[in-house]
């Protein structure tokens, strides 16, 4: 199991519940199993369902499908991405899933911000500084074949943004994109995680 820090969501979750830590490892012991069985639906659903962060229900992925990297890599991931070509960045919310594909432009820190422009339809001002972890997931997606994605991480365990691997006309993912996904992956993974 990857060393994991209880972030926010899930200790508000626990004191909630008025849960014993007995209690709270019973329920993610079933977690693991129900993501052993099925990996490949939405993860925000599933977290929903079971009251733990996205967080934590990604650490609850089987170990092959995913690694982390602490926030401070946030910078460094972006700055490869930016360079992979056509990827999709999505936005998850309650109310809202947004896809915007493009290639990633070079970010650079200002006001407080991570910005990113220029000559792509990705666009926008990052509080990167408030990215406690980056994951790194691969798994089968709703019947369709693999994904890839990269997923910030804020101090609540929740989503920032992702961005997926590139696919290809035949709905294939680009495997020059694979590549440097795995390479980023072991480069930034948390050692021992």
């Given at each position: 199991?990857?060393?994991?820090?209880?972030?926010?969501?899930d200790a508000a979750t626990a004191t909630a519940a008025g849960a014993d830590t007995d209690g709270v490892d019973a329920r993610l012991d079933a977690l693991r199993g129900r993501l052993?069985?099925?990996p490949g639906g939405v993860l925000e659903a599933v977290a929903a369902q079971t009251g733990f962060s996205l967080h934590r229900v990604v650490?609850?992925?089987p170990a092959e499908m995913r690694d982390f990297a602490p926030g401070?890599?946030?910078?460094?991931?972006m700055t490869d991405i930016a360079g992979w070509g056509t990827v999709t960045v999505?936005?998850?919310?309650?109310?809202l899933v947004l896809e915007c594909k493009g290639p990633l432009p070079l970010g650079q820190f200002g006001r407080g911000f991570y910005n990113l422009a220029g000559g792509s339809p990705i666009g926008g001002?990052?509080?990167l500084d408030r990215c406690t972890a980056v994951g790194f997931v691969r798994r089968p997606f709703m019947g369709s074949g693999d994904s890839c994605a990269v997923i910030f991480f804020n101090g609540d365990g929740e989503a920032m943004f992702k961005i997926f691997v590139g696919r290809d006309e035949?709905?294939?993912l680009l495997t020059d994109q694979v590549e440097r996904f795995t390479e980023l992956r072991a480069r930034l993974r948390t050692p021992g995680a």
């Amino acid at each position: 199991m990857t060393a994991h820090h209880a972030d926010a969501s899930d200790a508000a979750t626990a004191t909630a519940a008025g849960a014993d830590t007995d209690g709270v490892d019973a329920r993610l012991d079933a977690l693991r199993g129900r993501l052993l069985a099925d990996p490949g639906g939405v993860l925000e659903a599933v977290a929903a369902q079971t009251g733990f962060s996205l967080h934590r229900v990604v650490d609850c992925l089987p170990a092959e499908m995913r690694d982390f990297a602490p926030g401070t890599a946030a910078e460094a991931a972006m700055t490869d991405i930016a360079g992979w070509g056509t990827v999709t960045v999505l936005v998850h919310s309650a109310d809202l899933v947004l896809e915007c594909k493009g290639p990633l432009p070079l970010g650079q820190f200002g006001r407080g911000f991570y910005n990113l422009a220029g000559g792509s339809p990705i666009g926008g001002h990052i509080r990167l500084d408030r990215c406690t972890a980056v994951g790194f997931v691969r798994r089968p997606f709703m019947g369709s074949g693999d994904s890839c994605a990269v997923i910030f991480f804020n101090g609540d365990g929740e989503a920032m943004f992702k961005i997926f691997v590139g696919r290809d006309e035949k709905r294939q993912l680009l495997t020059d994109q694979v590549e440097r996904f795995t390479e980023l992956r072991a480069r930034l993974r948390t050692p021992g995680a």
